[in-house]
């Protein structure tokens, strides 16, 4: 809901959502530490404001169509 209100916000548009039945296999709940990152590969994020995150990403997706490049996931990189 914090991301779904905060894109109303950035856009100032109301977001249509509904609530569904979860997937199989999905988690019931997700969450974020920074820790692991940091212990492993000396990582630390420099914001945490989820405002600024989406605001971040809608200029680097720009940026991406501007340039033409095309975004690949982990997923699909090997």
């Known amino acids: 809901m914090e991301i ?4 109303e916000k950035i856009f100032k ?4 959502f509904k ?5 199989s ?3 019931p709940r997700l969450f974020c530490d920074t820790k692991k ?3 492993r590969i000396n990582w630390n994020s420099k914001n945490s404001e989820i405002t600024k ?3 971040d990403e ?5 940026f991406l169509i501007k ?3 095309k975004r690949k996931l982990l997923s699909e990189q090997k």
């Not at 548009?13 to 249509?16: E, H, L, Q, R, S």
């Not at 809608?58 to 720009?62: M, N």
């Open 67 to 69: 340039n033409k490049i």
């Open 13 to 16: 548009k109301k977001i249509k």
């Open 4 to 7: 779904i209100k905060s894109l």
């Open 58 to 62: 809608i200029y680097w997706y720009k």
């Open 37 to 39: 990152a940091k212990k």
């Open 25 to 27: 296999g999905d988690n």
């Open 53 to 55: 995150i989406i605001k």
């Open 19 to 23: 609530f569904s039945h979860k997937r």
